[in-house]
């Protein structure tokens, strides 16, 4: 595996596949922090939105003491040919490059969910109702961020609402636009087995700067070179080969991140 | 009755049999407007696309038929370009079949999109790197110019052509064809190669993905060339349906043959291509990404059978049929052949987008399956039957054959 | 798009792309721009005459448009391309004098071929009029047998009046006939100076502009004959007329009316497709 | 002059007043602002207040306050001059202490976010720079609010053609972008929107 390329002052995610029970707090947590919609009552699980969506991944009979893991998948914020990014006919995408963070902007969106085709973790949700929330739920509506109107397509951004509140406390206290700031998405907050770490490498929050050199680091599908900013921990090699679409892989040899 | 508008010595049926055969195509685009009209108001939650299967029938659909409108652009190379004035037989249907395909196109991607009335942003705010940015501007800019080719057939018209002004604007405009066919070679290349692009470049879908020249994947050239292929073989095949439900010789079977012939010559070199690339795509682009390419084709509706019938019974069997005299020379076997060229297309299009979607990427992700819905089905009803009704109007009151008054008797 | 909007990007990719797309719709636009221009100033002109009488005969079947020389056999399967005009024809003068030298004109006075009366004083056009030339230097203006033909019985004309200017291939008066109105064409410029009728023998009296030997694009009596074989020959692939056609050869009389032979034709597309009209 | 010219220069001197006289006043509706005031006379020399003395951050520090009844009440919690309006401050809402329902002219769009704390402490910019002489008005003009798209025509601009002349002409995306560019700031999406 490459070795990566990532701004050091760019934030990164990083989930640990074991610590993950499944619990999907994670998602919840998301959709209210993000403003996301109840769904439709005709919606599916291929028709909902959810930024954050947990799978299970079973093993196989090559279970490795581990029968099934949980891989909650975000979107992968790539940080290299950002597939999404090139293919938008109308620069709705773009790359932050002072946080790495791929932001889509709703109000440019068409809605010709070609990124959604490009995007190899299929981490993009298209609204394909009108977001309606009961009566009387959107005064829990969070400000700071803007509700999507149907037919556009979002995604993660890494709670960049929070994002931008940190940046407004940092200048209360004097710190420069251009410092990275210390916050936490909602998904890492509301892990209660505290599976999500975040932060940048160069201040090391939560550790994430040391856990993206570890071992038992990887990363989805990195083959295709998109050096997403999520990582992913396991000691199980197992899921470690499977996300890695690594079929062949001598025993004994430790596949390094 | 409306016999002062049909071009003088062209017989066409009672305007009692037209009346009919317009009512019906009326009702049939009645319903399927119905359903277009549900996609725009209620929204994309009609289809039965999805998150995963994010394009459907449609795309599917567009990709083809934009393929099948090629005819207006290669007839219009054959004939202005490279100077084969036998090919004035056909063009004028070529053009109005071009305009039916990319006007149909056009209209249902303003469906297919969630929020049609951006659609301007594309412009304002181009992105230079997106394949779809180029099949936007191109696909714009070339339905004018088919637009503009229209118009001159349009003007001929018996009443129309009364108008001194409109006589001497279509005079003037026919002059300038030779340009604008030009320009139509020009964005037809682009287009139809970007829409090959636009999987091509797709490197989180391996199986679509392809290397190529600078940014053109190979897929951008093997559109190129597919759509020529086909360019010559659906007007054959137009002609020939138009020429069996009207009961008239339109063009001499020359010009047909001729066009077969043509048609078959690109075809084997598609087949040629395709098959090398797919050759490269086996051996080395995939594996490169770690996807073994054995497992596409492991699903239960795509086996390798698809492969096959898309290179072989679609695409090298028309070819050899085309390019061989005795079976060109024979109505019946001439037009299967062009048939099995556009099948073979239309192949090409339905693997490019619905086996790519339904393909999984992720390790642990399923295959999918996508049917398409009503809503869906009736669009795409609505687009044929909008062609059907602008093509047997410009049939019944534009020489599209000008060869037919001498080809055909005026007895009734 | 533009360099004042939000995003412009200035990087090579996107100022190449931009400038093919304003180039090709620049080009787009100047066309359609150059096309009204030019037709804003041919219709200032007057040249519509012209320009229809070329539309019309770009519209001819081909089977219409054949050279007189095809006809005669020295220019086989050759179709016009100078809108009949071999006034100004480049290949006619060699044609011409090839006719000349190896046939020279068929004296052999008949009274008709194939039952189309002839007559050797008159200038046969291929709109189906001829011109006569009077003692006092004016010419009369007929149709000839073949349109008579044709028309059927007791068609109703709309001819122009005395003072008008005909022009060459444009149309000269009007003839209705059961349903269908159809345009012909003047065999030569000239002014009006009388409207006739059938009964006179004529339908107008004018005074040319060009002395008729020197209007080379009329036919004299021996061209007429090969013409009107040939038409009949073309009619009769648009419609089977009994009595016309293979019996031709023997020297039958063609019946009087087409039209009444085949009352089922499309008569109003069969008269347009034979007079120039369509 | 024939008619036809006559008719057409009528035609299109009446298409532009309804486009630019007639249309704007029907595209925007009016909202009078509950009581007047005179920045002018608060921040004139007399008085000599600073925008800040009243236009405080908010608990957020991204937006600056429209100030409230305790702020006005420091000085006005009797009559102080002779103005209709002052009069009208301590009977209506002093008394009561109820709010003052300002209008606010320049609030941005919902998919905007804007931290005014970064924009003045930060990268110290004057208050006139996006707001003119907003703090030197005699009167407060009229709210007009875009029936279409909602928004302020503070945000959209006065000037019909969309020109701005000056700074503080518009407050569009392209007025905030150019200040960026100006100011080596960043124009990323991600900076401004949410």
Not at chain 2, 13 to 40: E, H, I, P, Q
Not at chain 2, 126 to 133: E, G, K, Q, V, Y
Request: aromatic content about 12%; charged content about 20%.
């Amino acid at each position: 595996m490459k070795s990566i390329e990532i701004s050091p002052s760019q934030y990164v995610m990083v989930i640990d596949a074991d610590r993950c029970t499944g619990c999907g707090a994670c998602m919840v947590a998301c959709a209210i922090e993000n403003n996301v919609a109840p769904a439709h009552p005709d919606a599916t699980d291929r028709t909902g939105v959810t930024w954050m969506k947990v799978v299970k991944v079973s093993s196989g009979n090559n279970g490795d003491g581990k029968p099934a893991c949980y891989l909650p998948l975000p979107c992968q914020q790539c940080a290299a040919e950002t597939p999404c990014v090139t293919v938008c006919p109308q620069n709705a995408v773009e790359v932050d490059q002072q946080t790495g963070i791929v932001f889509q902007m709703s109000q440019r969106c068409l809605g010709c969910r070609y990124c959604m085709a490009a995007c190899p973790y299929h981490a993009r949700y298209f609204n394909w109702w009108d977001p309606e929330w009961p009566e009387g739920m959107e005064q829990t509506l969070n400000p700071d961020v803007a509700p999507r109107m149907r037919g556009v397509v979002e995604k993660c951004n890494f709670c960049h609402g929070r994002y931008q509140a940190a940046r407004a406390s940092a200048a209360e206290h004097g710190q420069a636009s251009s410092d990275p700031v210390t916050y936490e998405p909602a998904c890492a907050q509301a892990c209660p087995t505290r599976a999500i770490k975040f932060g940048t490498p160069a201040n090391n929050e939560q550790g994430v700067g040391d856990l993206v050199h570890s071992s038992s680091a990887f990363r989805l599908l990195p083959r295709l070179g998109t050096e997403p900013r999520v990582y992913y921990l396991s000691k199980h090699k197992w899921i470690r080969q499977m996300a890695q679409m690594e079929k062949e892989t001598s025993t004994g040899e430790e596949v390094h991140g | 009755m409306d016999s002062k508008f049909i071009t003088r010595g062209l017989e066409r049926t009672s305007l009692r049999n037209f009346s009919v055969w317009v009512l019906f195509w009326v009702v049939v685009l009645g319903f399927g407007l119905y359903g277009a009209y549900l996609c725009l108001a209620e929204g994309l939650n009609q289809t039965n696309m999805d998150n995963r299967f994010v394009f459907g029938l449609w795309i599917f659909l567009d990709l083809a038929i934009i393929a099948f409108g090629a005819g207006a652009f290669f007839t219009g190379l054959l004939l202005y370009i490279l100077k084969r004035s036998e090919f004035t037989a056909v063009i004028n249907s070529a053009v109005v079949i071009g305009l039916i395909c990319y006007s149909g196109a056009v209209a249902v991607l303003a469906i297919d999109v969630g929020q049609p009335l951006r659609a301007w942003f594309t412009f304002w705010h181009p992105n230079a790197h997106s394949m779809l940015t180029e099949v936007t501007f191109c696909i714009s800019c070339y339905l004018v110019v088919l637009a503009v080719e229209y118009m001159p057939i349009l003007l001929k018209n018996r009443k129309l052509k009364e108008r001194p002004s409109l006589l001497v604007f279509q005079h003037n405009l026919h002059k300038v064809i030779p340009v604008l066919a030009a320009i139509g070679v020009f964005l037809s290349f682009f287009h139809q190669g970007s829409l090959g692009g636009l999987y091509g470049v797709l490197k989180g879908r391996p199986f679509a993905f392809r290397e190529g020249f600078g940014i053109w994947p190979s897929t951008f050239f093997l559109f190129v060339l597919s759509a020529a292929a086909i360019g010559p073989s659906f007007p054959l095949l137009t002609t020939s349906l138009v020429s069996k439900i009207s009961r008239k010789k339109l063009v001499k079977p020359e010009v047909l043959q001729s066009l077969g012939r043509i048609s078959g010559w690109l075809l084997l070199a598609y087949v040629l291509f395709k098959s090398v690339d797919t050759l490269v795509w086996i051996n080395r682009t995939s594996p490169s990404l770690l996807f073994s390419p054995y497992e596409y084709y492991n699903q239960e509706s795509f086996g390798t059978w698809i492969l096959f019938a898309e290179i072989v019974v679609f695409g090298l069997v028309p070819a050899l049929m085309l390019l061989t005299r005795k079976i060109r020379e024979h109505r019946g076997w001439l037009i299967t052949a062009g048939l099995l060229a556009c099948a073979g297309i239309a192949v090409n299009r339905f693997v490019m987008t619905i086996q790519t979607l339904a393909l999984p990427t992720l390790p642990f992700d399923p295959f999918l399956s996508y049917i398409p819905s009503w809503q869906e089905i009736a669009t795409f009803i609505a687009v044929i039957a909008y062609g059907v009704l602008l093509y047997s109007f410009s049939f019944r009151y534009l020489t599209l054959f000008p060869q037919e008054r001498d080809l055909n008797s005026l007895t009734r | 798009m533009f360099p004042f909007v939000y995003d412009f990007r200035w990087e090579a990719t996107s100022l190449i792309f931009l400038g093919v797309f304003f180039a090709v719709i620049t080009t787009l636009m100047m066309m359609v721009a150059t096309v009204t221009v030019r037709s804003v100033k041919d219709l200032r002109t007057r040249k519509i005459g012209t320009l229809r009488w070329h539309e019309t005969f770009e519209d001819l079947p081909a089977g219409a448009r054949s050279c007189r020389f095809a006809m005669s056999g020295f220019a086989p399967g050759r179709s016009c391309d100078n809108f009949f005009e071999c006034g100004t024809c480049a290949v006619y003068p060699r044609f011409r004098s090839l006719e000349e030298r190896h046939r020279p004109e068929d004296h052999e006075s008949r009274s008709g071929h194939g039952g189309f009366g002839i007559d050797e004083k008159r200038y046969y056009h291929r709109g189906h009029t001829w011109l006569q030339e009077e003692e006092d230097g004016t010419c009369v203006i007929g149709l000839d047998d073949f349109a008579a033909r044709l028309l059927g019985p007791n068609p109703t004309y709309q001819l122009p009046p005395a003072g008008s200017t005909l022009k060459q291939h444009q149309p000269a008066f009007t003839i209705q006939t059961g349903e269908s109105s159809v345009r012909v064409v003047s065999p030569i410029d000239g002014e009006v100076l009388e409207a006739g009728d059938s009964t006179r023998g004529w339908l107008l009296r004018i005074r040319p502009s060009t002395q008729l030997p020197h209007a080379r694009h009329l036919f004299r009596a021996g061209e007429a004959r090969r013409w009107f074989q040939a038409e009949l020959e073309r009619l009769n692939r648009l419609v089977e007329i009994p009595g016309v056609g293979a019996t031709l050869a023997d020297g039958g009389t063609p019946v009087d009316s087409f039209r009444e032979t085949r009352p089922d034709a499309n008569w109003d597309g069969i008269l347009g497709v034979m007079m120039l009209d369509v | 002059m024939n008619s036809g010219r006559l008719s057409f220069l009528a035609g299109l001197v009446g298409m532009l007043l309804i486009g630019w006289v007639f249309f704007p006043s029907l595209l925007y509706q009016k909202e009078p602002q509950p009581l007047q005031f005179s920045h002018a006379v608060h921040t004139g020399e007399a008085v000599g207040m600073t925008c800040d003395n009243c236009h405080t951050f908010t608990a957020d520090v991204r937006s600056m306050a429209i100030p409230r009844l305790s702020n006005c009440k420091e000085c006005h919690s009797e009559v102080l001059g002779e103005s209709e309006a002052e009069k009208r401050l301590v009977d209506e809402f002093v008394a009561h202490d109820r709010e003052i329902p300002w209008r606010t002219y320049s609030r941005q769009p919902d998919n905007v976010y804007f931290s005014h704390i970064q924009h003045v402490q930060i990268a110290e910019i004057e208050c006139e720079r996006c707001h003119g002489s907003h703090g030197k008005s005699e009167t407060l003009t009229d709210r007009q609010i875009n029936r279409i798209s909602g928004y302020s025509r503070n945000i959209e601009g006065q000037i019909i053609p969309g020109l701005r002349f000056k700074a503080w002409d518009r407050m569009k995306m392209d007025d905030c972008s150019d200040c960026h560019d100006e100011r080596g700031a960043s124009n990323s999406c991600l900076k401004c929107h949410k």
